[in-house]
């Protein structure tokens, strides 16, 4: 479980969240963690208004689309470096090796299933 996509998930559904019977919003303190596991987390919300529970499964989803392709640069990098060694290399060209195996981040994205 990653703490700040929880945290910016529960954020989001405070900012998000309409009741769907008065259509009030909720605070955080409204807002109950049921169950987590993995990446997915169940959350109960009760209106403040009306004290209606809603159950909100969701899913904390991280993926990084780029890093397969990324990785897959990496690889031809190295196998280019490798070449290169035989050919000799320069300075530059290790500098941007460096760099392209330093670009891979973790994007976080929520979805939200009711
Ligand atoms: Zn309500």
């Given amino acids: 479980m990653n703490y700040q996509a929880l945290k910016s998930m ?15 919003s909720v605070t955080e303190e409204n807002i109950d963690i049921v169950w987590a596991a993995w ?10 208004k009306c004290k209606k529970h809603s159950m909100i499964k969701s899913q904390i989803i991280q993926m990084n689309i780029n890093s397969i392709e990324g990785l897959r640069n990496s690889i031809q990098n190295i ?13 530059s060209e290790i500098t941007n090796l460096s760099k392209d195996l330093k670009s891979e981040h973790i994007n976080v994205s929520d979805l939200f299933e009711k």
């Fill in 10 to 24: 529960i954020e989001n559904l405070i900012k998000t969240y309409k009741c769907p019977e008065c259509k009030s």
């Fill in 39 to 48: 990446a997915n987390v169940n959350i109960d919300v009760e209106c403040p």
């Fill in 79 to 91: 196998k280019n470096l490798k070449s290169s060694i035989k050919h000799g290399i320069n300075d």
